[in-house]
């Protein structure tokens, strides 16, 4: 049985769904360092005392021009990334200066940025580049013939799961399923207002919208279903999502369930690397019909 399983492990795979994920990735960290880097000089850059972690104490932050240093850097290794040119350093790059501004202050942290580090790196010891990438147009042709082997892909579906899981978990305690809160408190504060961005904010600040949005979560039982779907939905989507037969029920509520979180929560770029995260686990045959729809073929 097991060598069974190290054989399954070994056996090539189409590498397109890796290879997506690489590209969108990039795409929304880059994005998310260019809208974010003024923000970041500034915090960086103002305080005199920043709070860092025991081991990486010897860090420090930098200047003004050091800082800016950081931010450019994100974003051309961001650009490799996307583009798989110079793989995998341009992901390597990326890892340490991504994870140098997580570890100098430790009052910024946030779980998800750990997340994007660890999906970082295994973008960058994986084949994510094999196909759609300038590395593979210009590489010698290999007998892989743009596969992967099925670890590679694995791992990565198996960090995400991780992640899921044990935020479901930490989520089966009396104040999340049987006193509905913190979103009890969250939803009574509502005034309205949400994340999203351009046209879609008109559905939100809409008064007659808002007005009946606020009702809705001041129903009694509207924390609750929240807080039992949320935790439903952490312990089962990715496994659902891993399996050919549940796949396309569980999709709706994947993207449904970011989707608010989007809405309600500021929360970041997470939401979007979740929704680039799907492509890993949709058949690579859908993703090359996908794709040839917008002009780009199989070779």
Known sequence: MFNEWIVTLGEPV??????????LLGLVLCAHTLTHARKAVWYYTRSPFYCGFELTSFLRTPSHSGITAVIAGQVLCTYLLCVGLFHP???????????????IDKTTYNNHHYLTILLLFLLSVTDSAAVLSFDSLTAQPHSDNGTVPYWQLLIVQLQLAIVYTYGGLNKLNKDWLLRGQPTKIALHKFQGRTHLRFKLRHYCFNEAIATKIKRLFQLRATPYVINWMGTVVDLSIIWLLMCDATRPWALPFFFAFHF???WFFAIEAFPLINYASAVLFLRPETLWHVLAWIGVTHD
């Open 14 to 23: 189409d590498a397109v769904p890796l290879a997506l994920f690489r590209i």
């Open 89 to 103: 350093w341009g992901g390597f790059f990326e890892v340490l200066l991504f994870g140098y501004l997580f570890l």
């Open 260 to 262: 608010f979180n989007q």
